[in-house]
T-cell receptor, first 110, second 113 residues
Framework: GQQLNQSPQSMFIQEGEDVSMNCTSS?????WLWYKQDPGEGPVLLIA?????ELTSNGRLTAQFGITRKDSFLNISASIPSDVGIYFC??????????FGKGTRLHILP | NAGVTQTPKFRVLKTGQSMTLLCAQD?????MYWYRQDPGMGLRLIHY???????AKGEVPDGYNVSRLKKQNFLLGLESAAPSQTSVYFC????????????FGDGTRLSIL
């Protein structure tokens, strides 16, 4: 079945640094989604990507839908303390079928 | 503006007990999903529903049952709880079109002793 490889698993960065994470798969997806999860809460949608090659921004966040439709990346510029959390990618390949990566846990060092 | 509401938020069960988790959404979404989240495993789909009266198995359905008697509600049942079912459970919902993202509840933290 479809699988997503999300990397890195965790990141330790200094406040103000830029962050990059990605998801890859051997399968093709129609939609790529990026979610963020804060402690004790459910995932919240950050960015949705619907076309191969699409580059979309949401404030300091930028995500791209890979040309091959098998990968996506998320960049966060100038990180701030509230960026701490777990980031999940998700690939949708049918109206009712979506799979999630295992998450990237972002830590920001004081 | 409730969105997706899960009840209860926390529960502790003994092995062998049964319980039902309730998910309610007020967005008129057709699709609803139940996931479990375990450390290092991400979100794994248990069961889902594409409409009132329909259910389907996801990636890890064993030990769980679901029902969708009303469009706005999706129930997840544990018939005989096992310690391996200790997890955080998330409900999500979405519109039926393929490019409509899922909206999540805040989760139910379930511990089985």
């Amino acid at each position: 079945g479809q699988q997503l490889n999300q990397s890195p698993q965790s990141m330790f960065i200094q406040e103000g640094e830029d962050v990059s994470m990605n998801c890859t798969s051997s399968s093709i997806f129609n939609t790529w989604l990026w979610y963020k999860q804060d402690p004790g809460e459910g995932p919240v949608l950050l960015i949705a990507l619907y076309k191969a090659g699409e580059l979309t921004s949401n404030g300091r966040l930028t995500a791209q839908f890979g040309i091959t439709r098998k990968d996506s990346f998320l960049n966060i510029s100038a990180s701030i303390p509230s960026d701490v959390g777990i980031y999940f990618c998700a690939g949708q390949y049918r109206d009712d079928k979506i799979i999630f990566g295992k998450g990237t846990r972002l830590h920001i060092l004081p | 503006n409730a969105g997706v509401t899960q009840t209860p938020k926390f529960r502790v069960l003994k092995t062998g007990q049964s319980m039902t988790l309730l998910c309610a959404q007020d967005m008129n979404h057709e699709y609803m999903y139940w996931y479990r989240q375990d450390p290092g495993m991400g979100l794994r789909l248990i069961h889902y529903s594409v409409g009132e009266g329909t259910t389907a198995k996801g990636e890890v359905p064993d030990g769980y049952n679901v029902s969708r008697l009303k469009k706005q509600n999706f129930l997840l049942g544990l018939e005989s709880a096992a310690p391996s079912q200790t997890s955080v459970y998330f409900c999500a919902s979405s519109y039926p079109r393929g490019n409509q993202p899922q909206h999540f509840g805040d989760g139910t933290r379930l511990s089985i002793l």
